[in-house]
């Protein structure tokens, strides 16, 4: 049948309802004939009444014959198109049968989809595009973007589950064949993939929200399967850093600002397998860095400085063009790598993630005899060690390049903010794994990777096992593995004796992950921590103080967690770790790694193995001495005194003093400090009395040593007053004889006089009126010692230091005199003691030296002579005490003047009104000293005058006594 009847309709007419009518009817009968003269010249015209229908669409009485005619329109070419390509198939290649592909205008068709309200035209027309596909698939394809990004009234604003199922068909047809067209080989697989992504992804910010997941998943689903993700995550990430997108707001929890690219790619993603996500976010991980590495080599014309992990060959040659703009800067190569890196440190810990990934888990343990289960989990865990591969990589790079860079290189901000991505991307993706599946993937790492890969896999292991703290017994097996590897990673350090800054970094990092292995496994059993104390010990002769510190911290732990059952291996490592010990704290470094670790192994040692660390005590004893003299910086100090504090508070409290003092003994006699001698004073307080009776011998003994070499006087001193406070008296008065006699017996001995009154001050001072009945000996000494020592009574010329350390000697006297005189409770200065001492006392008012020395015997000979007349509490005894006094007034020398008259005024203010019966014998004195020419006695017997004044409330003496 000709169709010159259909193309001669164009009358005024047609735009009536009975033209359409008869349009519908005449299509009704001609829509399934196969006798057609020229097909082509029946599916142009078809073509052409189409567009006419959208043009008078807008007519609402002719709506319904309208549509009746559009689905008669695309059935009729759809037919058509079908016998055509059946009778190719048969071999029959009649020019009426072969429909040319240039009369198709899948234009037209789209014009009717978005004018059209009717379902069934919808469904008539896309199941034409699906026909259309199998003769031009590429421009149906493209035409079929407009389809998917319509919005409005029409067929995408209902998307019910009609119009979803449409669309999805229509994709099923459009995308295998367009594949096909292309051909099957890899390269144009991969390329014909390429095309039809950028497609839709070229049409992504006009197609509606709620569309662009189900879209892409069928694309996907139907190109390649899940495997051509990675493609698609390549070529958003692209766009991605085209465009500048911010990679997040600080917000993380919310990220409400984070890319609509990203958050698509996150929906994608669902209902995906894991091992599948994971794949395909390593491939586009990889593919990224190697495509930015080819583009640095070149731009620089050299490899990067970083070694490189052993990788999975990538598909960059299965593309025509790379997938990434050629165009990118060094800075935008970087930036699309961080934002690579920061999806996958979101996707992969999210909540989808999260739940998948643990009833993964939970499936596999329970069937754990089902080898599909096992295979499910293991694969998965190959899947994520091959992106933490390529993730550390990045990770390594990322530090080198921050190191290495100067501050003011443009790229150094990039790089850091790179490196700070990577490691929240790690750690992430570490922290929600199993132990089993964590342990299986680092013994990967760390087997089949480079040293700089170790480094930061050691970095990461060491930080997982510090921050988790959900470990069951039953996740203790699966770490042992991890002791063993990193062993064997110290043993290949020290068998190629790796010195460079990537082979300590290595050490370290080994030693950490041990030392964090020793307190989870410690108690595990005796193998596991054995092994970790050997190898500890192995490297505390390293010659980088770092290595020694994390050797030291490995040990510690290992003591901390086992306590006393490492005593069988005491011997072993104890007297070396002390000794490095020692080393760290004695040096001049002021690291404060090194000092907290020395200080912490220390107290570990002490505190947990305090009862078997007798062999090596002066040792320790010498080192809590030398942390006394630790200058340390001040954001230290106050944690290291408070760890020195604990130390010396349990070697003194829970040591034994017999131990103890033998100790004290030997480190005293070979490094003759204070603080020594200050933790045995501590020793003694905490001491019980019953232990240091029973060493009293040896205690005195060695007290007379340092008596003898008046070393660390002040410390013996206390330490003899902490002995006699313990003393039963019996036993206090031997030692005192002894040290009279020891003191005395080879005459005027200044040093051994001088240190006997210091004694007796010291022990005055502990014992109080307790002590006043050994006052006899001392007082009669005394006064032999200040009538020997008068300047007019010394025998012939001694050298300045004799006479120094006699005015000492005399100044020691007059304290302890004083302190008698306080402390007198029982009345025993009477008036024989007051004959006995009366003279001698006040005679040192004339013993005058050379005037920077009498002025320091004055200033505690006033004091002296003030309690003996307060202790004396006589008037008939003042009166010659203050008589002799006054006579001092009459000396040549005016320094002695002076002293007297201060000594008078001493004494007014002591005595109060009862110096009232004293005034009268001072009045003549005190006339002619205010007549003196000295300026300064004259201005000392004004104060005393006026001080007499105030006490006796009397301003007329001086008046009357003058008349």
């Known amino acids: 049948m000709s169709t010159q009847g259909l193309a001669r309709l164009n009358n005024p007419r047609r735009k009536t309802h009975a033209f359409w009518h008869r349009v519908g009817s005449l299509l009704d ?103 259309l596909a199998t003769v031009m698939p590429a421009q149906v394809l493209q035409n079929c973007m407009t389809i998917f990004t319509l919005s ?113 790619l996150e929906q994608l993603c669902e209902g995906m397998p894991l091992d599948g996500q994971v794949k395909n976010f390593q491939q586009a991980t990889e593919y990224i860095l190697s ?248 490297f505390l002769a390293s010659s980088d103080i770092s290595i020694r510190c994390e050797a030291i911290s490995c040990l510690t732990t290992v003591i901390v967690t086992v306590k006393t059952s490492v005593l069988p291996r005491l011997p072993e490592f104890l007297p070396g770790l002390l000794e490095h010990v020692h080393q760290l704290l004695s040096g001049k470094a002021q690291d404060t790694a090194s000092l907290l670790t020395a200080i912490d192994a220390l107290e570990a040692i002490v505190s947990i193995l305090t009862a078997f660390i007798s062999p090596q005590l002066p040792k320790i004893l010498a080192i809590v001495a030398q942390c006394a003299t630790k200058t340390v910086q001040p954001t230290l100090k106050d944690s290291f005194s408070g760890k020195v504090v604990r130390i010396r508070g349990i070697l003194c409290g829970d040591v034994p003093f017999r131990v103890m003092f033998g100790a004290f003994k030997e480190t005293y006699g070979a490094l003759r400090q204070t603080e020594v001698f200050s933790i045995f004073n501590d020793s003694l307080k905490k001491a019980r009395t019953g232990d240091i009776l029973s060493m009293q011998r040896e205690i005195v003994d060695f007290l007379f040593t340092v008596f003898d070499t008046r070393e660390d006087l002040p410390s013996a001193l206390d330490a003899l007053s902490l002995v006699a406070l313990r003393m039963p008296e019996s036993s206090f008065k031997g030692l005192f004889m002894k040290l009279y006699q020891w003191a005395t017996q080879d005459g005027l001995q200044r040093k051994k006089l001088l240190t006997f009154y210091q004694i007796v001050e010291r022990l005055t001072d502990a014992l109080k009126h307790l002590f006043i009945i050994y006052a006899a000996n001392v007082v009669s000494h005394a006064v032999t010692i200040m009538s020997a020592f008068h300047v007019e009574k010394s025998a012939g010329s001694i050298s300045e230091s004799d006479r120094q350390t006699e005015t000492d000697v005399l100044i020691t006297i007059l304290d302890v005199l004083t302190r008698f005189f306080k402390y007198d409770t029982t009345g025993y200065f009477n008036a024989d003691q007051c004959d006995v001492l009366n003279q001698p006392l006040v005679d040192q008012l004339d013993n005058y030296r050379e005037p920077e020395s009498y002025k320091r015997l004055v200033e505690h000979l006033i004091p002296a002579i003030t309690g003996f007349s307060v202790c004396l509490n006589d008037d008939s005894l003042w009166k010659p005490l203050h008589y002799q006094v006054l006579l001092k007034t009459r000396h040549d020398e005016a320094a002695v003047r002076v002293a007297a008259l201060q000594s008078i005024e001493s004494l007014v203010e002591s005595m109060g009104e009862s110096y009232s019966n004293l005034l009268p014998e001072a009045v003549t004195f005190l006339v002619e000293l205010s007549a003196e020419d000295d300026e300064l006695v004259e201005a000392q017997c004004a104060r005393t005058k006026a001080t007499i004044e105030k006490v006796l409330g009397d301003s007329s003496i001086w008046r009357n006594a003058v008349e």
């Not at 006419?52 to 549509?67: F, R």
């Not at 029959?92 to 049968?97: I, W």
């Not at 495509?291 to 990067?304: N, Y």
Request: with cysteine; charged share 20%; proline share 3%.
């Open 291 to 538: 495509i930015s590495a080819a583009a640095a080599v070149a731009k620089t014309g050299s490899q990067t400085t970083v070694s490189q992990p052993k990788k999975r060959k990538t598909i960059t040659s299965a593309f025509d063009k790379p997938l990434i703009n050629a165009n990118f800067t060094a800075a935008e190569h970087i930036r699309l790598i961080t934002a690579m890196v920061t999806f996958v440190g979101y996707q992969i810990p999210s909540h989808a993630f999260r739940t998948t990934y643990q009833q993964q888990q939970q499936q596999a343990h329970a069937a754990a005899h089902v080898a599909a289960e096992e295979s499910a989990a293991a694969a998965l865990d190959r899947c994520l060690e091959q992106l933490l591969v390529s993730l550390l990589d990045i990770q390594s790079r990322a530090r080198l390049q921050t190191r290495t860079s100067g501050k003011s290189a443009a790229d150094t901000p990039a790089w850091a903010e790179l490196l700070k991505r990577t490691s929240v991307a790690v750690t992430e993706i570490l922290g929600q794994m199993s132990w089993s599946s964590f342990v299986t993937i680092m013994l990967g790492i760390l087997r089949d990777t480079t040293p700089v890969m170790v480094k930061t896999a050691l970095e990461e292991l060491g930080g997982t096992l510090s921050l988790r703290a959900a470990i069951t017994k039953a996740d203790v097996p699966h770490l042992v593995p991890l002791i063993g590897a990193l062993v064997g990673i110290l043993e290949s350090q020290m068998a190629t004796k790796d010195l460079t800054a990537e082979g300590a970094g290595v050490q370290r990092g080994c030693l950490f992950c041990l030392k964090q292995l020793a307190g989870i496994l410690g108690n595990h059993s005796a193998e596991t921590w054995t092994t970790i104390l050997s190898t500890g010990v192995k």
């Open 152 to 264: 409005g009234t029409k067929l995408l604003h209902k998307d019910d589950q009609y119009s979803v199922e449409v669309f999805g068909r229509t994709i099923d047809v459009l995308v295998p064949v367009m594949l096909q067209a292309n051909g099957a080989g890899t390269g144009h697989q991969a390329n014909t993939v390429r095309a039809v992504l950028e497609l839709f992804i070229d049409a992504l910010p006009h197609m509606p929200v709620q569309r662009r997941q189900f879209l892409f998943q069928r694309v996907l689903k139907v190109a390649d399967g899940p495997e051509s993700l990675w493609i698609l995550i390549v070529l958003l990430m692209n766009i991605y850093v085209a465009k500048e997108l911010p990679v997040e707001e600080e917000d993380v929890v919310r990220r409400r600002s984070y890319p609509v690219l990203c958050e698509f």
């Open 29 to 131: 009968v001609i829509q399934t004939k196969k006798k057609v003269s020229d097909v082509n010249l029946l599916i142009k015209e078809l073509f052409d009444l189409a567009k006419e229908t959208v043009v008078l669409d807008q007519n609402p009485e002719l709506a319904e014959e309208l549509e009746n005619v559009r689905r008669l329109i695309f059935g009729t070419i759809n037919f058509h198109c079908k016998r055509s390509q059946a009778e190719k198939k048969e071999g029959d290649t009649q020019d009426s049968l072969v429909v040319d592909a240039s009369v198709f205008d899948v234009s037209a068709i789209v014009d009717v989809i978005r004018s059209s309200t009717d379902s069934q035209t919808h469904l008539s027309a896309l199941v034409l595009l699906s026909t």
